[in-house]
């Protein structure tokens, strides 16, 4: 009887761990608890041009994750986005350092994400607040540089 509840557990928890990595999704983990959110990537110029642009409306889960190539002062607008969004800015670690919280939809205001910034993350606006997620919580995510994330796929 141990046995099949053994094998059962074992294939529950790898599947677990699998699904912490999946290209779709991306968990953030901090003071208040692990969050999940279903992506889009966004990891060349283009995707990051047209970013969420246009988008009507996105389930709470949802998001897009912005990948550049190095870290850099980053900068957003919100030019053609039509729904308020946090924007989480986060260091080569996936360590969140700065939040932007419900950016103004058509606004050409530049909103700074800070220095040595590698990722950032869009969520609906007010769910950063409303989740508790702050500055210091960090993302796991496969397109994350495996070896300098403070969260890491296999962790």
Known sequence: MRAPLLAALTVSLLGQAALACDESYIEIKGDSGKFRFQIDVADDDQERAQGLMHVEQMDQFEGMLFIYERPHDAAFWMKNTLIPLDMLFAD???????????????????IEGGPNVLYVLEINGGLARKFGITEGA???HPGLDQNQAAWACDG
């Open 138 to 140: 960090v993302m796991q």
């Open 92 to 110: 080569p670690t996936g360590t969140i350092t700065h939040i932007h919280e419900n950016a103004t939809p058509l606004s050409e205001d530049t």
